[in-house]
């Protein structure tokens, strides 16, 4: 596609169930990012990677949190043992190379509701 | 990375220029000014971005003040599909730009 794919849009998990979200950046595009956005607020920077490397996990919330990108190019947001303060909007982005002038494509997002 | 100040919510009318102000007093020289905005139910949708001089592309203007310490994103003709949340962020290119600072944002309103 053209654009930053990301799947499910909306998931539902029950609290201590482990969830996976998937994000299809635009072909070719070097760096990706996962922000998580809660209801009202601004996105939050979860973590980077360039190619297949994470080079940035600092906005991980807790160990709960993990992600990957393994061939450079899909990448996966894992949450484990969700929780109900885990329900937000997670978004993913990506952008042609890494560098602050460089313009980042959005997906539309995955909403996470844990009950 | 710095962080930016903007009003929680404008308004305009459909047809007239808005400004959208941005304080950004800890900016650092290597920090660019980027400009997003968020409709309801999307993600983040680039806008604009400027490092010293003024800016301007099909969507929008951006004005950078001469000591960097704040900028404008105009929007020459405001419509009805310009009603979103806009996000005036830093991105700084010692870091590669990656660790972005989102905050509230702008919410603009468009009145027919």
């Known amino acids: 596609g053209a654009g930053v794919s990301q799947s499910p849009r909306y998931k539902v998990a029950k609290r201590g169930q482990d969830v996976a979200l998937r994000c299809d950046p635009i072909?070719?595009?070097?760096?990706l990012f996962w922000y998580q956005q809660a209801l009202g607020q601004g996105p939050e920077f979860l973590t980077y990677f360039q190619n297949e490397a994470q080079l940035d996990k600092s906005g991980l919330p807790s160990d709960r949190f993990f992600a990957e990108r393994p061939e450079g190019s899909v990448s996966t947001l894992k949450i484990q043992r969700t929780q109900q303060e885990d329900s937000a909007v997670y978004l993913c982005?990506?952008?042609?190379?890494?560098?602050?002038?460089?313009?980042?494509?959005f997906g539309q997002g995955t909403r996470l509701t844990v009950v | 990375d710095a962080k930016t100040t903007q009003p929680n919510s404008m308004e305009s009318n459909e047809e007239e220029p808005v400004h959208l102000p941005c304080n950004h007093s800890?900016?650092?020289?290597?920090?660019?000014i980027h400009w997003y905005r968020q409709l309801p139910s999307q993600g983040p949708e680039y806008v604009i971005h400027?490092?010293?001089s003024n800016v301007n592309n099909r969507m929008a203007s951006l004005a950078i003040a001469e000591d960097r310490k704040s900028s404008t994103l105009i929007l020459h003709r405001a419509t009805l599909r310009d009603a979103a949340v806009y996000y005036c962020?830093?991105?700084?290119?010692?870091?590669?730009?990656?660790?972005?600072?989102f905050g509230a944002g702008t919410r603009l309103f468009v009145k027919a």
């Open positions: 400027g490092l010293t």
């Open positions: 962020i830093l991105r700084d290119e010692n870091t590669g730009g990656f660790k972005t600072i």
């Open positions: 982005a990506s952008s042609l190379a890494g560098g602050a002038y460089t313009e980042a494509f």
């Open positions: 800890t900016i650092s020289g290597t920090d660019y």
């Open positions: 072909s070719g595009h070097v760096s």
